[in-house]
């Protein structure tokens, strides 16, 4: 028997997750053992530029399919030890994430196309304005590196509440999908304790500390809240580590509007 196949030896790579402070190896992807995943993933992605766009179920099984690329590409350290997508901070997966891409295409640059905001901008193909932007990972920035909060509080009369807080870890998008994929049916306030929830990992009272709570139970805790009382939370989300690429803002040069050219959260780096 030939042993071409054997042959083929797999390249391991460094990447260094800058949140988790490790480097970590990974392995191009390879079509031989994910194409029905490479073919979900390219099905979504069409219907995502469609029309319609994706439910949140699509929408969920697009991320799903990429965390299982991700984690196959993960190589497990000497000890064998394996690092999982949805463990890793969201910063560290964007980097991993992207850095997969480039070994695997071979490409460091990639263009990048951004829609004039203006609803009404057309021209006479009814094609909206788009601005092409060469994307390069060195003009992307790590903001928030240094945001080591670990609880929040608040005085409720005349006790303090402390909230114990998990990191922005990928099972946290993953948990509350329909939060980044809202459409004119989505209640926003139904889901947007549960996503707080999720970051919450135990709740001190006064003196007496909660552990172990379900996330039903949090998620009720949260509920009786005021939105004042949930603000030093929301400001530890919106504070947490986030790689940024930013261009100077542009004007279309069909109407006029004002654009900006951002990349800041996961969904904007997974659809380079
Ligand atoms: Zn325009």
């Known amino acids: 028997m030939s042993d071409l196949l054997n042959s083929y030896k797999v390249a391991k790579f460094p990447v260094h997750l800058d949140i988790a402070d490790k480097q970590v190896f990974i392995r191009p992807i390879s079509h031989a053992d994910m194409k029905p995943t490479l073919e979900l993933i390219d099905g979504l992605k069409s219907k995502k530029r469609g029309e319609e766009g994706l439910t949140p179920q699509e929408a969920a099984q697009l991320l799903a399919a990429k965390e299982q690329i991700i984690d196959a590409c993960i190589m497990p350290n000497s000890m064998g030890e394996k690092i999982y997508a949805r463990n890793l901070h969201q910063a560290d997966l964007v980097r991993l994430f992207h850095e997969l891409k480039m070994i695997t ?3 460091r640059d990639n263009e990048i196309y ?3 905001v203006n609803e009404n901008c057309e021209d006479k193909q009814k094609k909206r304005y788009s601005k092409k932007f060469i994307f390069q990972w060195e003009d992307c920035e790590l903001r928030n590196k240094d945001y080591d909060e670990t609880s929040v ?3 409720n009369v ?5 909230f114990h807080l998990k990191p922005y870890t990928f099972d946290i998008l993953l948990n509350n999908i329909e939060m980044f994929s809202m459409n004119k049916n ?3 306030v139904d889901i947007l304790d549960r996503f707080h929830a999720s970051f919450i990992r135990s709740i001190d009272i006064g003196e007496k500390s909660y552990d172990n709570l379900s996330q039903k139970e949090i998620i009720e805790f949260l509920g009786k809240c005021s939105d004042s009382d949930l603000l ?3 400001k530890y989300i919106g504070k947490q580590p986030m790689w940024v690429w930013e261009k100077e803002d542009w004007t279309c040069p069909h109407c006029g509007a004002l654009n900006t050219a951002k990349i800041a959260d996961i969904a904007g780096f997974f659809s380079i």
């Open 186 to 188: 989505t209640k926003l």
């Open 105 to 107: 295409s071979g490409n």
């Open 114 to 116: 951004f829609e004039c």
């Open 158 to 162: 005349d006790q303090e509440i402390t």
């Open 232 to 234: 030093p939370l929301m």
């Open 153 to 155: 509080s608040f005085m």
